[in-house]
């Protein structure tokens, strides 16, 4: 079945540092891809998507590209703030498939210290 | 145009008794989506209802139910709780039929089962 892999945390960085979360994905057919964020005692919100090999999606600093030979959808993000410091979740679902649900990675915590 | 919304926030039960939470989907979306999350990991799907049916069902026991109302809004039911279903219970709203297939997240309501 479908599955998503996700590093995992805690990453601790300093603010204004470089960040970089892995994501993984076995999926069969082509996938849409998501980053989710969940802020401490929220719900999720969704960060970003891509939809088609080699898409960027973006949103507040944050950019993840589609990589369909790497089966891959790393987060990045240049200069990450204090306020960026969430837990964040990789995901996919089918493309054009109205029931096909989430699967979500475990997740990976960030803190970010100023 | 309004967020997805659920009640109640927190709810606390005991072992055997049955709970019921409800969820809003967003305006304009016809399809309602429960997931579990459990302490320090991703989210699991339940369930997913579309046009008042259930078309989609994770790995979990029928004590598990659902229902989807005219106006889309939704309902989770568990019977005869147990102290794994202690929980943050996500509802997901989406319109199904267009491209991006993007689901959004309630703030969730969060189950402890005693």
């Known amino acids: 079945g479908d599955s998503v892999t996700q590093m995992e945390g805690p990453v601790t960085l300093s603010e204004e540092a470089f960040l970089t979360i892995n994501c993984t994905y076995t999926?069969?057919?082509?996938?849409?891809l998501f980053w989710y964020v969940q802020y401490p005692g929220e719900g999720l919100q969704l960060l970003l998507k891509?939809?088609?090999?080699?898409d960027k999606g973006s949103n507040k600093g944050f950019e993840a590209t589609y990589r369909k030979e790497t089966t891959s959808f790393h987060l990045e993000k240049g200069s990450v703030n204090v306020s960026d410091s969430a837990v964040y979740f990789c995901a996919l679902s089918g493309r054009f498939s109205g029931n096909t649900p989430l699967v979500f990675g475990k997740g990976t915590r960030l803190s970010v210290i100023a | 145009e309004t967020g997805v919304t659920q009640s109640p926030t927190h709810l606390i039960k005991t072992r055997g008794q049955q709970v019921t939470l409800r969820c809003s989907s967003q305006s304009g979306h016809n399809t309602v989506s429960w997931y579990q999350q459990a302490l320090g990991q991703g989210p699991q799907f339940i369930f997913q209802y579309y046009r008042e049916e259930e078309n989609g069902r994770g790995n979990f026991p029928p004590r598990f139910s659902g229902l989807q109302f005219p106006n889309y809004s939704s309902e989770l039911n568990v019977n005869a709780l147990e102290l794994d279903d202690s929980a943050l219970y996500l509802c997901a709203s989406k319109q199904t039929g267009t491209v991006t297939d993007t689901q959004y997240f309630g703030p969730g309501t969060r189950l402890t089962v005693l």
């Open positions: 891509a939809t088609k090999a080699d």
């Open positions: 999926a069969t057919g082509y996938p849409s």
